[in-house]
Every structure is written in C-alpha cells, then in structure tokens.
C-alpha cells in the first residue's frame, strides 16, 4: 500500500477545496495519484471542475495598460508579501512603471521584462531598488501582452475595480475598422473577469479535457442504473452543458444574459456591418495557484 503523506493530502485539499478526512480516503482509493483522486472526488460531488478553492499566500495587484490606438496592451500580476504594501503609493507607483515598461517593450515573458532596460539599470534593479526601500520582496509573477494580429480591432482591458485583484485582456479582431470595437473588446474583457472561461470556444477544447469529463461523467454514482443508451445521452449532454460554462462564446453575456457572449459579438457585428472575432484572452487572479493559471483563464484561439 502507498504511504500517503500529509504533503499529498494538502496538496489534494488545495486543488479541489475538499475536507482533509475525504482527500486522505480518495488518495488511499487511488493508491496514491492525484489525478485519479481529484476524478474520485469529482464523481463523488466533493469537488468541482475549474473551482479555484485555495489561493497562494500572495498580495499585490494585478494592472494592465493599453496603448491610445488600442493595437497593444498588457496585463500583469506583480506580487508583494502583505496587503498593507498593496496599498503603498510607492508600490504603487512601482506597479506603474513596470506596467509601462512591458507596455513599451513588448517581453514575452516576466523574465524577459526584468532584464530590459530601465533608465540607468534595468527592471529588477528598480525592483531591487524598492524592495530595499519598502522592506518586502516583490515579484512580478506573470504577464500577457497582446498586439492586433489583424489590420483592424482592438485590445480590450479590465481591471476590477475593487481593489485590483482581478483583470482581464483580450484580443478582439474585425473584419473592418470600426469605431467602436475598442469599447466592445472592453466589454469582452469584463465579462471574462465576472465569468471566468477556460476556453474561447468549444473547438478549442482538447481532446483529452473531453474524454477525461466523459469519464468522470460516467462514473457517478447517479447513473449506475441506468440502461447503456440512456446513461450516454446523460453523460453527453452534462459534459456539453458543463463545458459550454467554461468557454467564451457559449457564456451567457453578463449584461444580457438572454443571449451568449457569441450571439452578442454577433449582433454587434451585424449593426456595424462587421464580424467580429476574439482570438485569445489571458485572466490572473491575484494569488491564484500556479496550476490553475496554467489550466485557466488562458484561452487561444
């Protein structure tokens, strides 16, 4: 028998949100993967797909920037060690002029935004700099910087206004310029805060992500007695109801929920004699587990 460690049980509670006792007996279940622990707690309804239920003990802010054209923005999570410094005009200020500099600079990644210059140094000197200063080690986690891909659209920001914790860009393209694609994109981007989709679109769903959800779909324990056909057309139509929640176009709109994110863009395209389409976003979440800023919020078309 596989020894489980209070490590395992932990790490187990920290992705799913489950109590202690049941992801020990889910462990033990599963001779010691995880994986097949979390699809045991899933078919159990202990836990539940894409919930976020642990955060890393991170503060700090989550800021964005695009640029008056709407071609280019960017959108990073800069963490501190306390709320209190969050607050900081200083940190503050700091998270400004990072923001600025990914903004001109265009990194692909964090790493690649601490070495560019800045003024007589570069980036992590200035964060160097305030860390000395201010007496708390800051970090930049992660960012996503997005420039138009096509001849006309636009970047599409949203910070939450409490705080800014949360935010949200998108990549929004037309078939044509038109005058209000940057206020649409915006609206775009506040949904994706309020409703939080893996996705863009069902296409874009692996292969792997489908069968994995049939699985746990079929194994519960609600559907044991049901005759083959009729457990089938269950479990279909649960998987396509449960993914639709998680992808873009398929949300209900958060300022209209009568119709979807898709039918809406529609619409708005149709009365701009446009089409228009989102071809990638990026969510952060301030503090969220580095396993789910990999899995979510992160769509590509």
Same mark, same amino acid.
């Given at each position: 028998?596989?020894?489980?460690?209070?490590?395992?049980?932990?790490? $187990? #509670?920290?992705?799913?949100?489950? +109590?202690?006792?049941?992801?020990?007996?889910?462990?033990?279940?599963?001779?010691?993967?995880?994986?097949?622990?979390?699809?045991? $707690? #899933?078919?159990?309804?202990?836990?539940?797909?894409?919930? /976020?239920?642990?955060?890393?003990?991170?503060?700090?802010?989550?800021?964005?920037?695009?640029?008056?054209?709407? #071609?280019?923005?960017?959108?990073?999570?800069?963490?501190?060690?306390?709320?209190?410094?969050?607050?900081?005009?200083?940190?503050?200020?700091?998270?400004?002029?990072?923001?600025?500099?990914?903004?001109?600079?265009?990194? +692909?990644?964090?790493?690649?935004?601490?070495?560019?210059?800045?003024?007589?140094?570069?980036?992590?000197?200035?964060?160097?700099?305030?860390?000395? /200063?201010?007496?708390?080690?800051?970090?930049?986690?992660? $960012?996503?910087?997005?420039?138009?891909?096509?001849?006309?659209?636009?970047?599409?920001?949203?910070?939450?206004?409490?705080?800014?914790?949360?935010?949200?860009? =998108?990549?929004?393209?037309?078939? %044509?310029?038109?005058?209000?694609?940057?206020?649409?994109?915006?609206?775009? +981007?506040?949904?994706?805060?309020?409703? %939080?989709?893996?996705? =863009?679109?069902?296409?874009?769903?692996?292969?792997?992500?489908?069968?994995?959800?049939?699985?746990?779909?079929?194994?519960?324990?609600?559907?044991?007695? %049901?005759?083959?056909?009729?457990?089938?057309?269950?479990?279909?139509?649960?998987?396509?109801? $449960?993914?639709?929640?998680?992808?873009?176009?398929?949300?209900?709109?958060?300022?209209?929920?009568?119709?979807?994110?898709?039918?809406?863009? /529609?619409?708005?395209?149709?009365?701009?004699? +446009?089409?228009?389409?989102?071809? #990638?976003?990026?969510?952060?979440?301030?503090?969220?587990?580095?396993?789910?800023?990999?899995?979510?919020?992160?769509?590509?078309?």
């Amino acid at each position: 028998m596989v020894e489980i460690s209070a490590s395992m049980v932990k790490e $187990l #509670r920290d992705r799913t949100g489950a +109590a202690m006792m049941d992801c020990k007996k889910a462990l033990v279940e599963a001779g010691g993967d995880a994986e097949k622990a979390v699809e045991l $707690l #899933r078919q159990r309804g202990i836990a539940v797909a894409g919930k /976020k239920a642990a955060r890393a003990a991170s503060e700090g802010l989550v800021v964005g920037e695009v640029t008056a054209d709407g #071609r280019l923005g960017a959108l990073l999570e800069i963490n501190c060690e306390t709320d209190f410094v969050a607050r900081n005009p200083e940190f503050v200020e700091l998270t400004e002029q990072i923001r600025g500099y990914a903004l001109s600079g265009k990194p +692909a990644t964090a790493d690649e935004l601490l070495a560019a210059r800045a003024g007589a140094g570069t980036v992590a000197d200035l964060i160097t700099e305030k860390v000395a /200063k201010i007496g708390e080690n800051i970090v930049v986690r992660r $960012l996503s910087v997005f420039e138009l891909g096509s001849p006309a659209g636009a970047i599409g920001l949203y910070i939450h206004a409490l705080g800014g914790k949360m935010g949200a860009l =998108l990549e929004l393209q037309s078939s %044509k310029p038109v005058a209000e694609a940057g206020a649409l994109a915006k609206e775009i +981007a506040m949904h994706i805060v309020s409703a %939080k989709p893996i996705y =863009l679109s069902k296409q874009e769903i692996p292969k792997e992500v489908l069968d994995n959800e049939r699985r746990i779909e079929s194994g519960k324990a609600d559907l044991a007695d %049901k005759k083959p056909e009729l457990r089938e057309k269950i479990v279909q139509g649960r998987v396509d109801k $449960l993914l639709a929640e998680r992808c873009l176009l398929e949300q209900p709109f958060v300022k209209d929920p009568s119709q979807s994110v898709g039918q809406y863009l /529609k619409s708005k395209g149709q009365a701009a004699g +446009a089409e228009f389409k989102p071809t #990638r976003f990026s969510l952060f979440i301030l503090g969220e587990t580095q396993a789910a800023a990999e899995s979510e919020g992160n769509g590509q078309a």
